[in-house]
């Protein structure tokens, strides 16, 4: 039997135990998709709302008209239900266990001391003057105060906007450029891996670009208390801004289609683009999913590893854990640091039950051998999740068997930035695992496969994957531009959304996502554009034209492999080679660090100019046999010199 063949059934004690068996799953989606607005009004009454909502959905996908509104006329603050509404039965449990890089370092903040620090720091946003509807750039590291900055600003209305650690200043600009933020908060230095991250002055260096103009104050948290510049009429400390501002604050009712963040991802062409997130069914949508598919009870310990500057960090670590009142554990630091056994020796240290991480985590622990875990036992775990990237049966294995001690269900969880919470994946109660496969979609969400000319695939079929309606917690909008959103999203096929994932049905109307079908890459998980890759490129003056593709990468998933034609009379050197990594590097962000460069004499294009990058994936992958037809090339021979040299044999 083929490792994709396999099935780990649910185990009876799991569905005797669990929130959804598979009678209950099929029973609620079933009514899920034939009458969403009662299965969703029913659902919406897990947030405390102000104002309660009398209209539940109206949403259209149609590309003259693509608006999309979910509780319309409803009230509520996002801060108010992570928070007030517990006070009462659970003001001294833990909200988030803070574990830092240091392994020696950890501390536990209660509901309340939590809703104290979001109040105060709340107030101290008030105090320098930003309103309800304002934007807040956030550029933190994984500690305490990414979580409160981003609560208080919901707690007022502000609209936060948090820019992953690792993006450097250009991208910091061009994001605050982007959405006009009126102030940044971020912190002296961060910490991962027991080195310091210049935080305070890659935010330094993003406001010396001439087009930012809008920022008025710059907040910082001392947290390694390094040195930093200091800019007397711009900068503030955090601990002054909250100095003598009262521990109250009232949360602002929020109309349920007020935004609550916008977060940047990238697409196929262009800058990354500004997703619009609202309030009313994000919150319903993340906290629904995190209860049913982590199967979240009352007391357990929950740890997502991701960062909370991407979208899984903003649904799993914080609205949907806290909305359901859990214990949600934060991580400064990374995987491999003391030690590569530091994911387990912190499973044992807090009693960690579910564990949310990425595949290449998982890959590169296993790349360490069985051993890597012997420091931990891990017997508190009870759930395992995986997101971001596809998780190859082998990887799937080694996590059930290794980390889980093969007890735990793995959950593969498929989602985008877009999406705003999981889609597709197991509900570990009711649905059989098949290691590799993100199963069956969650209610709600009604997956179907198209063809490349638009016709909808029946049965077991590979094809591009659409969403036939909506969900509460899809993205409105793109920051100020919704042509681009009706365009990227709901011009390929009519009438649907438009993923840009591949995707295989098999027999048991089970889903395995192949990857993305545009020039979208996924490195160790994080999403980035090869266009974003491309530009920064050609902006260096050596570069004439730069083509970069996603290659596959062992622990990374996909790695990136860069084709450089140098400018005229430029001879190709190791030197150049390495100023071009600290280029993209420095333009991007480390996230971004090219892991081949090619130097490409020509690129194969059309007799119209255009990049063939079909055949530089395949060259990149070491598949030049199934190079598939060249015909339509203006020069083949250019070909034959990129096969020669090519660098990933
Ligand atoms: C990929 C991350 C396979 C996919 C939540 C998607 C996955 C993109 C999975 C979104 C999964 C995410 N299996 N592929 N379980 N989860 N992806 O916006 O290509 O950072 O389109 O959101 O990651 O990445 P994003």
């Not at 608006?67 to 449990?93: M, V």
């Not at 009870?382 to 080694?398: D, F, H, K, T, Y």
């Not at 990149?620 to 020069?635: H, I, K, P, V, Y």
Request: proline share 5%; with cysteine.
């Amino acid at each position: 039997m083929s490792e994709q063949e396999k099935i780990y059934p649910v185990t009876a004690e799991f569905a005797a135990n669990a929130w959804i068996n598979n009678e209950k799953y099929q029973e609620l989606y079933a009514q899920s998709v034939e009458n969403p607005e009662a299965f969703w009004a029913e659902q919406g009454k897990r947030i405390t709302w102000f104002k309660e909502y009398t209209k539940v959905k109206n949403t259209s996908f149609d590309p003259h008209n693509v608006s999309i509104k979910w509780y319309e006329d409803g009230e509520l603050n996002a801060a108010y239900n992570c928070l007030d509404r517990h006070l009462e039965t659970r003001g001294d449990q833990t909200a988030i266990i803070w574990e830092g890089d240091n392994p020696e370092s950890s501390k536990n903040i209660t509901y309340r001391e939590l809703y104290e620090d979001v109040c105060q720091f709340a107030n101290g946003l008030k105090k320098l003057g930003v309103h309800k509807g304002d934007v807040v750039t956030i550029y933190m590291p994984m500690i305490p105060e990414a979580a409160v900055a981003m609560l208080a600003c919901a707690r007022i209305g502000a609209v936060h906007s948090v820019v992953f650690g690792g993006f450097s200043p250009d991208a910091i600009a061009g994001r605050i450029i982007n959405s006009d933020s009126k102030i940044v908060i971020t912190s002296d230095e961060g910490r991962r891996g027991g080195k310091q991250v210049p935080l305070k002055e890659n935010v330094d260096e993003a406001l010396t670009n001439p087009h930012v103009k809008t920022v008025e104050k710059v907040v910082v948290v001392k947290c390694t208390g390094g040195d930093i510049h200091w800019h007397d009429h711009r900068d503030l400390w955090w601990h002054d801004v909250v100095a003598g501002c009262a521990k109250e604050c009232p949360a602002e009712p929020m109309n349920a289609e007020d935004p609550l963040f916008i977060l940047y991802t990238s697409g196929s062409t262009g800058a990354p683009k500004g997703l619009k997130h609202t309030t009313g069914g994000y919150m319903v949508y993340a906290s629904l999913t995190h209860q049913y598919i982590f199967d979240y009870k009352e007391g357990d310990v929950y740890w997502c590893t991701a960062d909370v500057g991407w979208i899984t960090g903003h649904s799993y670590i914080l609205y949907g854990p806290l909305a359901n009142g859990a214990t949600t554990l934060m991580f400064e630091g990374v995987p491999s640091y003391p030690t590569h056994g530091r994911m387990g020796d912190i499973c044992d240290k807090h009693q960690v039950n579910i564990l949310y991480t990425a595949p290449t985590a998982v890959r590169s622990l296993m790349a360490q051998g069985d051993d890597v875990m012997s420091s931990s036992t891990r017997q508190s775990l009870r759930l395992l999740g995986s997101v971001g990237e596809p998780i190859n049966p082998e990887a799937w294995e080694w996590y059930h068997r290794v980390i889980g001690n093969g007890e735990c269900p793995i959950v593969d969880t498929w989602w985008q930035t877009e999406t705003g919470g999981i889609m597709i994946a197991p509900l570990p109660g009711a649905t059989d695992l098949k290691p590799g496969s993100a199963t069956r979609p969650f209610f709600g969400v009604q997956p179907a496969l198209f063809d490349s000319e638009g016709k909808e695939l029946q049965g077991a079929t590979d094809g591009n994957l659409v969403l036939q309606d909506s969900w509460p917690s899809q993205a409105r909008s793109i920051w100020g531009d919704h042509e681009r959103f009706v365009q990227t999203y709901f011009s390929t096929y009519k009438g649907v959304y438009f993923t840009g994932d591949g995707c295989r049905r098999d027999e048991d109307g089970y889903y395995w996502i192949t990857g993305r079908v545009d020039d979208v890459i996924n490195v160790s998980g994080h999403r980035m554009g090869t266009a974003e890759i491309e530009s920064a490129l050609v902006a260096h003056k050596a570069v004439a034209e730069a083509a970069v593709v996603g290659y596959p990468h062992d622990i990374k998933g996909q790695g990136i492999y860069i084709y450089v034609t140098l400018a005229e009379g430029l001879e190709a050197s190791d030197e150049l080679r390495i100023e071009l990594v600290k280029w993209v590097r420095k333009e991007i962000g480390p996230i971004a660090t090219p892991d081949v460069i090619q130097w490409a004499p020509g690129l194969p294009k059309t007799r119209s100019g255009k990049i063939m990058r079909r055949i530089l994936r395949k060259i990149a992958a070491n598949e030049c046999d199934g190079l598939g037809d060249t015909s339509t090339l203006a020069d083949p021979g250019v070909v034959d010199d990129l096969i020669e040299h090519r660098a990933n044999r």
